[in-house]
C-alpha cells in the first residue's frame, strides 16, 4: 500500500502560510464546527472515503 501525504489540519500540524495572520481570517463568522473533535475526523475520513469510491466508479469503464 502506498503512503500517503496528509493535510497539516488533519495531523494537528498546520503552520500559517505567509501573510496570514494565526487567526485564520478566511473562516466565516457563524463557523461552529469543532475542528479538534476526533468525531469531526472520523467524520471528513468516512465523507472522503465514500467521496473517492464515487470518483474510482465514476473512472472506471463499464465491461
Request: no cysteine; proline share 6%.
Amino acid at each position: 500500500m502506498s503512503e500517503r501525504q496528509t493535510a497539516g489540519a488533519m495531523t494537528g500540524k498546520s503552520k500559517p502560510s505567509a501573510g496570514q495572520d494565526e487567526k485564520k481570517s478566511d473562516v466565516p463568522a457563524d463557523f461552529d464546527i469543532d475542528m479538534d473533535n476526533p468525531e469531526t475526523e472520523k467524520a471528513a475520513v468516512a465523507i472522503q472515503s465514500q467521496f473517492r469510491k464515487f470518483q474510482k466508479k465514476k473512472q472506471d469503464p463499464k465491461s
